[in-house]
């Protein structure tokens, strides 16, 4: 069932002082996301995806269109008990410490006082904070325990959804890793989690669904593999071949060979060609490692 | 079926969320959840370390002053006193108060408080009260250390210890006012203007009465409408000053009192209810 539904969602910024002019931020999006699965909103810096955000967050108004969460209108404060919220490049309260501020995110949600300790407790651990950061006041933060601060804050009410802008940055490698096993546990305990990222490999890894957005406008919505299906050429096929050399192969006219870490690749138009291919690899002293259908990688469909 | 089954789960879904709370909780609970917050914030910002500069004011003054004023040291501590008072309050209620709602949205605090089931109403509010706690918290350990300075140059007990409390309840009054009017003009205007306009209204408060005088007194009926409107829409601070009779152990009226904390009363609720609309319209981009 979904738990977001967008609705020709638009939104319009005034630039300028005294020649006022319309920028289109976000351009007639309609959108919806089932329960249950981690969605990818994808796009360039500039895209509309923060604007998309914050617009459901209600910290911006839509100039034109509807935003449905959990069956209730963005625009109904009680729907914002059921859902988390991380903003991008998170501030927070610099004054408090991570758990001072986390006891009053849930002094908000009007949690009794013993459940928000415990809360507070288990979610710096989910989150894996450093036990003896937390507390120091978030002023001496660096921007990874920050994000991971504010992921915690996302889920101190124990959200159905959670709205993820770009939960992997200011993190290090070990922190994208953790964050990302902490993204997919959500999934597993049934909630639903909406990400922008532009941070393509975690999105791959993780995204049951992506919706790619080009200058405010929906390009691209579905499965991964849907999408890759929609736009790759089913015909086009790679083969892969170590113990050649490229300048002593000989292969067909429109095959393409490049050299790759893991030996010869040469792509070439369809099946029929395999076989050209192989007598070429052959006489050169090659030995063929995989032959396959070529893919496009999520950073093709997002440049396309 | 489908979608019968799809609503029943979204209302188990918002009642489990709504059980989870303790009874009665609602937008009560978020104000003082953020008022509290806020008057942490200002104790972390070291707000009160003006308590020290007060009490060193006054030291120095129940030390000094008495040796050379001939008797009227007494007169001199409450009128010293309460004057620093309503000084530092002011600086507290402008210069705190134009930054409580722009800090927030400078900074984007706000964006993970909004995504919480927090109206725009409530966080002014809550803002605001945060402030007026930190007020009184200042007020009242100023008043003890006026009194204090009292019983030190009086040697003992001094009879305008008790006079001097409906002064500062009056002063605490006319900070609360003005803090309402810092919030209002930090919902839609820089810290820097806000600041002057405030400070702008505290010096023309102080002076609305004379407003009233001078549109009787004029020829033409436009300049007349427009002074007297300005009258009403002005606070009227001349009223919550009551240093100087306190300095000479008079105490106001108790009617007087009570219909000054009516007006400010009302004067605050349609100012912060005005503060809520024009916040409430607010893109943060």
Redesign the interface.
């Given at each position: 069932m979904p738990v977001l539904e967008i609705a020709n969602l638009t939104k319009d910024y005034e630039v300028g002082f005294f020649r006022k002019r319309k920028v289109r931020a976000l351009d007639d999006l309609s959108l919806s996301v089932d329960g249950g699965q981690i969605f990818g909103f994808l796009g360039a810096n500039g895209a509309g995806k923060t604007t998309t955000l914050k617009l459901l967050m209600r910290l911006i108004f839509p100039t034109s269109g509807s935003a449905k969460i959990l069956n209730r209108d963005i625009g109904d404060v009680r729907m914002h008990e059921r859902i988390g919220y991380l903003p991008e490049n998170p501030y927070f309260y610099d004054y408090l410490t991570a758990r001072e501020f986390l006891e009053y995110c849930a002094q908000i949600f009007g949690s009794p006082s013993a459940e928000r300790r415990k809360r507070t407790a288990d979610l710096l651990s989910r989150v894996k904070l450093d036990e003896k950061s937390w507390d120091k006041q978030l002023r001496k933060f660096s921007k990874g325990m920050l994000q991971r601060v504010g992921l915690a804050q996302s889920l101190i009410n124990d959200p159905e959804i959670v709205f993820l802008d770009e939960p992997m940055s200011g993190l290090d490698p070990v922190g994208r890793r953790e964050v990302r096993d902490l993204i997919a546990s959500l999934r597993d305990d049934g909630k639903t989690v909406f990400m922008c990222s532009h941070i393509l490999s975690d999105i791959e890894v993780l995204c049951d669904r992506v919706a790619i957005l080009k200058r405010g406008k929906l390009a691209q919505v579905g499965h991964l593999e849907e999408l890759r299906q929609r736009t790759d050429d089913p015909n086009r096929m790679e083969i892969l071949a170590t113990g050649a050399d490229a300048s002593d192969l000989q292969p067909p006219a429109n095959a393409i060979v490049s050299s790759t870490p893991r030996g010869l690749r040469i792509e070439i138009a369809g099946e029929n060609e395999i076989e050209n291919v192989l007598v070429a690899l052959r006489k050169a002293g090659g030995k063929v490692v995989s032959i396959q259908p070529v893919k496009q990688s999520l950073e093709e469909l997002f440049m396309d | 079926m489908?979608e019968q089954l799809?609503?029943l789960?979204?209302a188990q879904?918002?009642k489990h969320?709504?059980e989870?709370?303790?009874a009665g909780?609602?937008s009560l609970?978020?104000i003082s959840?953020?008022a509290?917050?806020a008057f942490?914030?200002a104790l972390?910002?070291r707000v009160l370390y003006n308590l020290v500069l007060f009490v060193l004011l006054l030291t120095g003054a129940a030390i000094f002053i008495g040796e050379l004023s001939g008797g009227q040291e007494r007169k001199i501590i409450v009128d010293l006193g309460l004057s620093a008072m309503l000084l530092f309050g002011v600086f507290i209620a402008i210069f705190v108060g134009v930054g409580l709602v722009y800090k927030e949205i400078e900074?984007?605090?706000?964006?993970?408080?909004?995504?919480?089931?927090?109206?725009r109403g409530e966080f002014l509010v809550g803002k605001y009260l945060g402030l007026c706690f930190t007020l009184m918290v200042n007020v009242v350990v100023m008043g003890i250390g006026v009194s204090l300075a009292l019983i030190y140059v009086s040697r003992g007990w001094d009879p305008l210890i008790p006079t001097i409390w409906p002064a500062v309840l009056l002063i605490y009054m006319q900070l609360m006012l003005l803090t309402a009017v810092a919030l209002l003009f930090s919902s839609f205007s820089s810290p820097a203007l806000s600041a002057l306009l405030t400070f702008m209204i505290f010096i023309v408060g102080h002076f609305s009465a004379d407003l009233k005088v001078l549109a009787v007194s004029l020829g033409s009926t436009s300049a007349r409408w427009f002074f007297t409107a300005l009258y009403y829409l002005l606070p009227n601070l001349s009223n919550y000053s009551f240093i100087t009779p306190a300095a000479h152990g008079r105490t106001p009226a108790a009617g007087f009192v009570f219909a000054n904390a009516s007006y400010a009363l009302v004067y605050i609720t349609v100012i912060l209810a005005a503060a809520t609309l024009i916040f409430s319209?607010r893109?943060?981009?």
């Amino acid at each position: 069932m979904p738990v977001l539904e967008i609705a020709n969602l638009t939104k319009d910024y005034e630039v300028g002082f005294f020649r006022k002019r319309k920028v289109r931020a976000l351009d007639d999006l309609s959108l919806s996301v089932d329960g249950g699965q981690i969605f990818g909103f994808l796009g360039a810096n500039g895209a509309g995806k923060t604007t998309t955000l914050k617009l459901l967050m209600r910290l911006i108004f839509p100039t034109s269109g509807s935003a449905k969460i959990l069956n209730r209108d963005i625009g109904d404060v009680r729907m914002h008990e059921r859902i988390g919220y991380l903003p991008e490049n998170p501030y927070f309260y610099d004054y408090l410490t991570a758990r001072e501020f986390l006891e009053y995110c849930a002094q908000i949600f009007g949690s009794p006082s013993a459940e928000r300790r415990k809360r507070t407790a288990d979610l710096l651990s989910r989150v894996k904070l450093d036990e003896k950061s937390w507390d120091k006041q978030l002023r001496k933060f660096s921007k990874g325990m920050l994000q991971r601060v504010g992921l915690a804050q996302s889920l101190i009410n124990d959200p159905e959804i959670v709205f993820l802008d770009e939960p992997m940055s200011g993190l290090d490698p070990v922190g994208r890793r953790e964050v990302r096993d902490l993204i997919a546990s959500l999934r597993d305990d049934g909630k639903t989690v909406f990400m922008c990222s532009h941070i393509l490999s975690d999105i791959e890894v993780l995204c049951d669904r992506v919706a790619i957005l080009k200058r405010g406008k929906l390009a691209q919505v579905g499965h991964l593999e849907e999408l890759r299906q929609r736009t790759d050429d089913p015909n086009r096929m790679e083969i892969l071949a170590t113990g050649a050399d490229a300048s002593d192969l000989q292969p067909p006219a429109n095959a393409i060979v490049s050299s790759t870490p893991r030996g010869l690749r040469i792509e070439i138009a369809g099946e029929n060609e395999i076989e050209n291919v192989l007598v070429a690899l052959r006489k050169a002293g090659g030995k063929v490692v995989s032959i396959q259908p070529v893919k496009q990688s999520l950073e093709e469909l997002f440049m396309d | 079926m489908d979608e019968q089954l799809r609503t029943l789960d979204a209302a188990q879904a918002t009642k489990h969320h709504e059980e989870s709370r303790p009874a009665g909780y609602g937008s009560l609970g978020r104000i003082s959840a953020i008022a509290r917050n806020a008057f942490r914030e200002a104790l972390r910002d070291r707000v009160l370390y003006n308590l020290v500069l007060f009490v060193l004011l006054l030291t120095g003054a129940a030390i000094f002053i008495g040796e050379l004023s001939g008797g009227q040291e007494r007169k001199i501590i409450v009128d010293l006193g309460l004057s620093a008072m309503l000084l530092f309050g002011v600086f507290i209620a402008i210069f705190v108060g134009v930054g409580l709602v722009y800090k927030e949205i400078e900074r984007r605090t706000i964006y993970a408080i909004f995504s919480k089931p927090v109206g725009r109403g409530e966080f002014l509010v809550g803002k605001y009260l945060g402030l007026c706690f930190t007020l009184m918290v200042n007020v009242v350990v100023m008043g003890i250390g006026v009194s204090l300075a009292l019983i030190y140059v009086s040697r003992g007990w001094d009879p305008l210890i008790p006079t001097i409390w409906p002064a500062v309840l009056l002063i605490y009054m006319q900070l609360m006012l003005l803090t309402a009017v810092a919030l209002l003009f930090s919902s839609f205007s820089s810290p820097a203007l806000s600041a002057l306009l405030t400070f702008m209204i505290f010096i023309v408060g102080h002076f609305s009465a004379d407003l009233k005088v001078l549109a009787v007194s004029l020829g033409s009926t436009s300049a007349r409408w427009f002074f007297t409107a300005l009258y009403y829409l002005l606070p009227n601070l001349s009223n919550y000053s009551f240093i100087t009779p306190a300095a000479h152990g008079r105490t106001p009226a108790a009617g007087f009192v009570f219909a000054n904390a009516s007006y400010a009363l009302v004067y605050i609720t349609v100012i912060l209810a005005a503060a809520t609309l024009i916040f409430s319209r607010r893109n943060f981009k």
